[in-house]
């Protein structure tokens, strides 16, 4: 044997640490996560071995599919691609039907729009009830039970009433994609299970196509982007059939497209443009506290028209297409409007507010400074399911760090232009304000000094501007070069060494936060 041998073997070995040292690291992280998954007693207590080892296997197999992806390629959005699917397939597995927030009723308006019912029937309450098919409604208390329900059919003998007023508020283009998976499924069969998972398909592969495309077109700031929407939250959302996937989705899709317009040149603007205009009108038609979102239109160059008064001409009639559709649609909407609540009167309420402005202005910046770590760490996901799983402390908290991190990392303040910077404090500001303020009308009885019912996942869709915005409050000078700057805001660099490991930590996050999701189900 060779003398040298001995030594080239271990300087191999420390050059292949060396490489993979992110990886190796990454390994260990995510045993830690399976080890503490196996240790939890629920898990422990479930008798099906196959299941275990099937949960085992895609922790494992997840993980290494998305180091290799990460290995092949440096482009942000085929890394979010696969890991988007990967762990959306765990959540959507992980979580059964009725178990996330509203999941129900969203199904239910879902359904009836793939019967071709567009605009829900109002009773003479203004509630909304329709009769649906036996056995389409499949819950449980754990997995067993749950999938034990796995051969149901449709019954459209014993069918049973039920009510979805509250989903029936919203426009029907928040439901497009997990009706047509609906409709499709029912074409070839009359499982409950497959028509369900099916929609739900359906709408993820939406919401994950508009976000993979944000982060490809967006010109900076890709790595906030990833981030959010990898969030436990975001991903916990994304999954199911709410109406929030295409608000979610098309928020950070029209952000990035505004961005893309206004601060690069493009080959075909105008069909950016176009995109940009349907895109916001349809965001606002999903729900009407995001309406702020049309000022993005005016983020767009005058350059793109013969001259500035043809740029106004068009920004102000898309701003007044918003508005008329959001008017046409509340106007329908309407009848929908009840009291969920004792004590609730809408017509009431916003009377006490107009009466008593400065009253309500303190009770929402009391709101809003007392309970902004709440709110914040539940948008990360500290509470997922019907919001009675709590996650482990390990996983939103390393969450908001990372999230911090690529706020700080990805943002140059520099190469926002400031009609940008300013739109996107009003939008984040006033939509802040309207959430709030919708929810005090719908949701708390006439002059209570308090907000009830705000949730975290309620600003999801503002959270990009609003990482975009707050940076410029933070004393983050930079005093590089052009392309120094290009480089610390992270146009094209998709993955260094610091943004793998960040990366590896967000997976870490997940799927900490997916295994108290099966414990809590075992």
């Excluded at 793109?304 to 909407?333: D, E, G, P, T, Y």
Aim: net charge positive.
């Amino acid at each position: 044997m060779n003398k040298n041998t001995f030594p080239e073997l271990l300087l191999k070995i420390g050059d292949f640490f060396k490489r993979n040292t992110v990886y190796i690291i990454g390994f260990f992280i995510i045993f830690i996560a399976v080890w503490r998954l196996r240790g939890t007693y629920e898990f422990a207590v479930t008798p099906n071995r196959g299941v275990k080892l099937a949960i085992y296997l895609y922790f494992f197999i997840g993980f290494a599919a998305i180091c290799f992806t990460m290995a092949k390629t440096k482009k942000l959005h085929l890394i979010f691609l696969v890991m988007t699917a990967v762990l959306g397939i765990g959540f959507m597995l992980a979580l059964p039907l009725q178990l996330i927030p509203d999941e129900m009723v969203h199904y239910m308006r879902a359904y009836d729009i793939a019967d071709g019912n567009f605009i829900a029937a109002a009773n003479a309450t203004g509630g909304v009830i329709r009769e649906f098919p036996g056995n389409l409604f499949i819950g449980g208390n754990n997995y067993q039970e749950y999938f034990s329900k796995i051969g149901f059919q449709l019954d459209y003998v014993n069918t049973t009433e039920n009510p979805y007023t509250s989903a029936a508020l919203y426009s029907p283009l928040s439901y497009l994609p997990q009706a047509l998976g609906i409709f499709i499924a029912r074409l070839f069969t009359d499982n409950s299970m497959a028509i369900f998972y099916t929609a739900r398909i359906f709408n993820f592969a939406f919401g994950t196509s508009l976000v993979y495309f944000a982060i490809k077109l967006i010109p900076f700031g890709k790595f906030t982007v990833f981030t959010i929407a990898l969030m436990p939250m975001f991903l916990h959302q994304q999954i199911s059939l709410s109406a929030d996937v295409i608000t979610n989705s098309l928020a950070l899709f029209s952000v990035a497209l505004a961005l893309k317009i206004s601060h690069e040149e493009c080959k075909h603007p105008k069909r950016y443009l176009a995109l940009l205009s349907v895109c916001l009108i349809v965001m606002t038609m999903c729900k009407i506290v995001y309406l702020l979102f049309i000022l993005l239109i005016f983020t767009v160059p005058s350059n793109l028209f013969h001259n500035k008064r043809n740029a106004w001409i068009f920004k102000i009639s898309i701003l007044l297409a918003a508005l008329a559709v959001n008017m046409v649609w509340f106007a329908i909407s309407s009848r929908y409007f009840v009291e969920f609540r004792d004590g609730v009167n809408i017509a009431e309420q916003v009377k006490f507010v107009l009466s008593n402005p400065i009253t309500y202005l303190w009770l929402l910046l009391k709101t809003f400074i007392d309970s902004f770590p709440t709110f914040f760490s539940a948008m990360i996901g500290f509470m997922l399911g019907p919001l009675t799983i709590a996650v482990s402390s390990w996983s939103y908290l390393t969450y908001m760090f990372i999230f911090i991190i690529a706020v700080c990392i990805t943002c140059d303040n520099q190469r926002i232009k400031k009609s940008f910077k300013v739109v996107q404090a009003i939008l984040f500001a006033g939509t802040a304000v309207l959430i709030c303020s919708a929810l005090y009308a719908q949701w708390n009885p006439v002059g209570v000094p308090y907000i009830d019912g705000i949730q975290g996942r309620y600003f999801i869709p503002i959270i990009l501007p609003f990482a975009l915005f707050v940076p410029q409050l933070l004393p983050l000078k930079n005093t590089k070069s052009t392309d120094n700057a290009a480089e610390l805001s992270l146009p094209a660099i998709e993955t260094t060494g610091k943004h793998k490991m960040l990366v590896i930590l967000m997976l870490f996050a997940d799927f900490i936060a997916l295994s108290d999701i099966i414990c809590y189900f075992c």
